[in-house]
């Protein structure tokens, strides 16, 4: 985030504190792209699941921004919310396992599908810690660091699980590697 981007993120974050919903609009507006992507990485291709995931993360947010000290980056507050919502929810009933028909049906045309969809179909061969790590670090883009806190783990746990799930994935698409 550039300097000048921080330093109006900060502005909004603060006049929300205060009560101001516009300035939390602009925030969700912001944040939410980024936020139902990762979800929806993370729920497998369930749009529904996503959205309403990142819907509980906002709203979670709004009522818990007083206390939002700034010590974290708000997108690494608001990645850890969403994470909470997910986990609370993977505790609860089973989900149904994952349809491919229900991804985007128009991505499979798109060039590069072939790749997005084994890729998917090798996440799903990943544990669910493994698959949280690497989307942690990759999709959300946040440092080992970052990423250990929005999971509540040990740093050594994160590292160890990207590990895992890098070796995992190279070896199920060694296919696509060149020259393999």
């Known amino acids: 985030m550039k300097p000048a981007d921080a330093r109006s993120e900060a502005q909004q974050i603060a006049r929300a504190r205060a009560g101001d919903r516009q300035a939390f609009g602009a925030l969700v507006r912001a944040h939410q792209g980024y936020l139902r992507r990762l979800l929806l990485r993370a729920c497998l291709g369930d749009a529904a ?53 229900r991804a985007d049906a128009a991505s499979d045309f798109a060039p590069g599908s072939e790749w997005r969809l084994d890729l998917n179909r090798a996440m799903q061969q990943l544990s669910e810690r493994e698959r949280d790590a690497l989307l942690m670090c990759f999709a959300a883009d946040l440092s080992h660091a ?6 509540g783990w040990p740093l050594g746990t994160l590292k160890t699980q990207v590990l895992r799930a890098r070796a995992k994935l190279r070896l199920q698409l060694k296919d696509w590697e060149p020259n393999a």
């Not at 997108?75 to 994952?98: K, N, V």
């Open 146 to 151: 970052e990423a250990a806190e929005v999971l």
């Open 49 to 101: 699941r996503a959205d309403d995931l990142a819907q509980e993360a906002f709203v979670r947010a709004w009522r818990a921004l007083p206390g939002f000290r700034g010590e974290a980056r708000f997108r690494t507050w608001l990645t850890r919310l969403a994470w909470s919502a997910l986990a609370a929810e993977r505790r609860g009933p089973a989900t149904e396992a994952y349809d491919e028909s």
